[in-house]
């Protein structure tokens, strides 16, 4: 299951999300977004677990859990948005 992690600090690291999401089972992977030109963490991020059950019980502990003093917005991460749809119309 894939698990939207936000409202993170700055500071936060994969290594601070390991070790807090680890306490709840196996995990997959760990992905903070980071802006592509200053490397500075966006505040958000994604934790992959294999375990559904797993990755229930990590979502309904660690929502709004404190994390270098920023309360986690922890929730299943929704399907990506398809980019393609909309745009300007008056173009022909």
């Known amino acids: ?8 600090a700055s500071e936060t690291s994969e290594e601070d999300l390991q ?4 306490k709840y089972g196996k995990i997959h992977s760990i992905k903070l ?3 592509m030109f200053s490397g500075v963490s966006k ?3 994604f934790v992959e677990m294999p375990s559904k059950a797993e990755a229930e019980a990590a979502i309904k502990e660690l929502n709004v ?10 929730h299943e991460a929704r399907p990506p948005r398809d980019k393609r749809k909309g745009g300007n119309k008056r173009r022909r």
């Open 65 to 74: 859990y404190v994390l270098n003093g920023k309360p986690m917005t922890v």
């Open 1 to 8: 299951m894939n698990i939207f992690v936000g409202n993170l």
């Open 33 to 35: 977004i980071k802006d």
């Open 43 to 45: 505040g958000f991020g």
């Open 19 to 22: 070790q807090t999401f680890e």
